[in-house]
């Protein structure tokens, strides 16, 4: 039979009070036969209050972490897809229809995560609209350069640019995720 | 009164790169085969254009550049924006982009 957390703590402190009173001698204490009422007034609220903090606020930042995590876990995934592209960029190999398809794929994540942040009630300075532009211009340097044999061919100062803006993006999404683990809902 | 244009279903779900010599699909093919016969044609009827982006695996900045800037440069910016309306939902900030080739096509002449 399951007992309410309540009813536990408190046959816990009753059953200790009755193991002490028992096995010690009580040297130390003195019961006196009269309860002050401020005494018991302030036994209750603390009592009271300590219930409250081990329920009611653990729930609440339990929940905040799920939302957190949950907003963690997107932009990994926008975080991943970044990384797919850098690594095509690097090799120098940057094949059409998959990168059109993960920088598509990338930008409908932000635009949901931005959507997401909106409803988690997070007000944060991760910065998701300046990653949504460098995204845009990622795509723009990549996809207006020409186009041979189903991959595109970028200029080097085309690869460089493209590959400091991938670099910094990398750098505020990693800046996201931690303020996003760092804010505080009040 | 409006007719529309859907590109994954009439035209591509692959869209390609700017040029014909860059391979299939390219915004020269779309541009030539399809959007300015469809536009001219609506146009003198005194109809509008709703091109859907929708459905393809993702556009190229080359290939939108292609297909409306010329045709903002054939037809003028005022004239394309004022008879053609975009659908994107899966990547609303296209229509945005497309509406700046559309504007800098003309800047350029």
Redesign the interface.
């Known amino acids: 039979m399951k007992l309410p957390t309540i009813i536990k703590f408190g046959l816990i402190f009753f059953l200790g009070g009755i193991a002490g009173f028992l096995s010690c001698e009580w040297t130390y204490f003195e019961f006196d036969n009269k309860i002050v009422l401020v005494d018991l007034i302030n036994l209750v609220l603390t009592g009271g209050l300590g219930y409250y903090i081990a329920t009611a606020l653990q729930n609440k930042i339990g929940s905040n972490r799920v939302e957190k995590d949950l907003l963690i876990e997107e932009i990994k995934k926008i975080k991943t897809e970044l990384e797919k592209v850098q690594a095509y960029v690097d090799n120098g190999s940057i094949p ?2 998959e990168v ?2 993960l ?2 794929s990338t ?2 994540n932000i ?1 949901s995560l931005i959507l997401l942040i909106k409803l988690c009630k997070i007000q944060t300075d991760c910065g998701f609209p300046e990653i ?1 532009r460098k995204t ?1 211009q990622v ?2 340097l990549i ?8 991959s595109f061919v970028l200029s080097q100062s085309s690869k460089t640019s493209t590959l400091y803006l991938l670099k910094d993006l990398n750098n505020q999404l990693f800046k996201a995720i931690v303020s996003v683990n760092r804010h505080d809902h009040n | 009164m409006e007719e529309l244009l859907k590109i994954a279903s009439e035209f591509s779900t692959t869209p390609g790169a700017r040029y014909l010599t860059d391979g299939k699909h390219s915004g020269q093919e779309f541009y030539e085969q399809i959007l300015k016969k469809r536009f001219e044609s609506l146009l003198k009827a005194n109809l509008k254009l709703t091109i859907d982006l929708d459905g393809t695996h993702g556009y190229a900045t080359s290939f939108l550049d292609e297909a409306f800037g010329r045709l903002s440069k054939d037809f003028g910016a005022d004239v394309v924006i004022a008879n053609t309306k975009f659908i994107s939902n899966e990547e609303p900030y296209l229509i945005d982009e497309i509406k700046e080739y559309i504007n800098e096509a003309t800047n350029d002449n």
């Not at chain 1, 996809?143 to 189903?150: C, E, F, L, Y």
């Open positions: 059409f229809n059109l398809a920088l598509k930008s409908s635009s949504q845009s795509k723009r996809t207006n350069s020409p186009s041979i044999s189903g």
